[in-house]
Antibody, heavy 117, light 109 residues
């Protein structure tokens, strides 16, 4: 059974850091496009970071470039999102998702990030 | 990396059809076949309903169909049912990062 489990969310002050984790089961994360998609409270979806199928390229939305970075651990079948210099507008539910453009697209249940003083 | 444009709302009575548009640019919707549509119920993770413009994943009813013309994609839900009431988002590959639509709330009257 395919599963994606996110963790690492929480409350952090502006300027702080968080590291989100996404652990996959039922498939090999390193051979798929993987994405972090966020949803601010009551708002729409925004893809903030993606890795291509073999992990040789990482992509970021302009608003997080230089602050967020992706990493993978193949041994743990996990994807990470390191978030630095956090701003209140980064607040939202962060979903880990597999291959947004395919019929096998799959999403985790999300982890909440709140940036507030 | 601007969001794709969708109408904020759409509605129809049970059994009727609704069509949602998704307008992008020649750098996203117009450039790639990777246009998907997602359904999201409150408090739940999104679920893919259409991928590659017009393909349906297994388990998605054939009441859902998709198309594209130029920079605009469309999702049609035929034979509306109560469980179709949800938020719908289009999503397009944009050469690396993917971009989502602004979302459309579908109400079944």
């Amino acid at each position: 059974e395919v599963q994606l489990v996110e963790s690492g969310g929480g409350l952090v002050q502006p300027g702080g850091s968080l590291r989100l984790s996404c652990t996959a089961s039922g498939f090999t994360l390193s051979t798929n496009w993987m994405h972090w998609v966020r949803q601010a409270p009551g708002k729409g979806l925004e893809c903030v970071a993606s890795k291509n199928f073999d992990g040789t390229e990482m992509f970021y939305v302009d608003s997080v470039k230089g602050r967020f970075s992706l990493a993978t651990d193949n041994a743990k079948n996990s994807l990470y999102l390191q978030m630095n210099i956090l701003k209140p507008e980064d607040t939202g539910v962060y979903y880990c998702a597999r291959d947004l453009g395919s019929g096998s697209a799959f999403w985790g249940q999300g982890t909440m990030v709140a940036v507030s003083s | 990396q601007s969001a794709l444009t969708q109408p904020p709302s759409a509605s129809g009575s049970p059994g009727q059809s609704v069509t949602i548009s998704c307008t992008g640019t020649s750098s996203d919707v117009g450039a790639y076949k990777y246009v998907s549509w997602y359904q999201q119920h409150p408090g739940k993770a999104p679920k893919v309903m259409i991928y590659e413009v017009s393909k349906r994943p297994s388990g998605v009813p054939d009441r859902f169909s998709g198309s594209k013309s130029g920079n605009t994609a469309s999702l049609t839900v035929s034979g509306l049912q109560a469980e179709d009431e949800a938020e719908y988002y289009c999503c397009s590959f944009a050469g690396g990062i993917s971009v989502f639509g602004t979302g459309t709330r579908v109400t079944v009257l």
